[in-house]
């Protein structure tokens, strides 16, 4: 197939309305996870890595970065095809907020809504503003905020 009339999975930046939802698929969050992104970011906290110290604090147990459950959110939302290959650049994150811990065994989601779009002609695009709820097993919103990005325009021709 010629790569120059493919058409990418994602959406362009024309096919996003307001109001448009998107509910990913779930997924786990391990010791695994928590371990190779401490050795990733260098954030050895001892309420994500020292069990022993984490019974002791606020929530009685070991907790997932918040910063690793972003970056999974980030990779759920890219997994559902919508944004793969229309995204020019990921721009902003607006006030998000870290609500609820996420313990390790539990299973997150998120949940996109478009909520704003601009175009951008100058970059053959425009801007896309999505409110972003990342939502545990118990129907619990654990972090939400904004993500901004710009998207390709659809090819002329």
Known sequence: MDQARSRP???YFEEFTIGDKVVTAG?????SDVVTFAGLSGDYNQIHTDAHYSSRWM?????????????IASGLAVQ?????GTVLAFREIGEWKFSK?????DTIHVQLEVKETKPMRRLSGGLVELEVAVINQ???V????TWSMLV????QG
Do not use: M, N, W, Y
């Open 9 to 11: 999975r994602g959406r």
């Open 59 to 71: 929530f009685g147990q070991r907790v997932a970065h918040g910063i690793l459950c972003l970056s």
């Open 27 to 31: 997924r786990t969050v391990t010791e």
């Open 101 to 105: 811990p996420v313990f390790f065994g």
């Open 80 to 84: 559902t095809g919508v944004l793969e």
């Open 138 to 140: 118990k129907d619990e």
């Open 142 to 145: 654990v972090q939400k905020g």
């Open 152 to 155: 390709t325009s659809q090819p």
